[in-house]
T-cell receptor
Framework: DVKVTQSSRYLVKRTGEKVFLECVQDMDHENMFWYRQDPGLGLRLIYFSYDVKMKEKGDIPEGYSVSREKKERFSLILESASTNQTSMYLC????????????FGPGTRLTVT | DQQVKQNSPSLSVQEGRISILNCDYTNSMFDYFLWYKKYPAEGPTFLISISSIKDKNEDGRFTVFLNKSAKHLSLHIVPSQPGDSAVYFCAASGDTGNQFYFGTGTSLTVIP
């Protein structure tokens, strides 16, 4: 079974703090994704990566950056957290070769106060 | 602008009856569609998929129907069970295959 793990289930940070969200997958997947889920808005793609050191902007990249130094690990960085970044953050991974289902981690509920 | 829409935020169904969840999309380039199920405090899990070369795909109690001309897909669950109570997201992908666009979700409650 594919396993995608996220470093924290719940996180509380202060406005202006730098925040790191870590995601690790164990299935040697090429593609990794960061989404945020908000009520009434569904899942929105922040960034994705199709290879080590490669990244692509999703629909809402503003205020975020990412890092992928190793194939299995994809980090989401909030350079200066703001209250409007309070959300559920979901990491996903998928194999390569065209449209294929993504496997999600359990999510990190981030609260910025 | 939301390219994938689920216009019903919630749905309640009696156990044993059929649940029908609907999804509409606007981009005619979308050619692969997925349904995900999400329980509270868990990540979404893949349920069923369909490509645009088909108009129906079935897996046990779950069937997805695709109407390309109407840009509409639906998920049928029959018979519905209390364990099916969850939020269901539809997702669509186009030419790149890497990026999926998700709907806003429908919360299904199956009443025992």
């Amino acid at each position: 079974d594919v396993k995608v793990t996220q470093s924290s289930r719940y996180l509380v940070k202060r406005t202006g703090e730098k925040v790191f969200l870590e995601c690790v997958q164990d299935m040697d997947h090429e593609n990794m994704f960061w989404y945020r889920q908000d009520p009434g808005l569904g899942l929105r793609l922040i960034y994705f990566s199709y290879d080590v050191k490669m990244k692509e902007k999703g629909d809402i990249p503003e205020g975020y950056s990412v890092s992928r130094e190793k194939k299995e690990r994809f980090s989401l960085i909030l350079e200066s957290a703001s209250t409007n970044q309070t959300s559920m953050y979901l990491c996903a991974s998928s194999d390569t070769g065209g449209p294929i289902e993504q496997y999600f981690g359990p999510g990190t509920r981030l609260t910025v106060t | 602008d939301q390219q994938v829409k689920q216009n019903s935020p919630s749905l309640s169904v009696q156990e044993g009856r059929i649940s029908i969840l609907n999804c509409d999309y606007t981009n005619s380039m979308f050619d692969y569609f997925l349904w995900y199920k999400k329980y509270p405090a868990e990540g979404p899990t893949f349920l069923i998929s369909i490509s645009s070369i088909k108009d129906k795909n079935e897996d046990g109690r779950f069937t997805v129907f695709l109407n390309k001309s109407a840009k509409h897909l639906s998920l049928h669950i029959v018979p519905s069970q209390p364990g099916d109570s969850a939020v269901y997201f539809c997702a669509a992908s186009g030419d790149t295959g890497n990026q999926f666009y998700f709907g806003t979700g429908t919360s299904l409650t199956v009443i025992p």
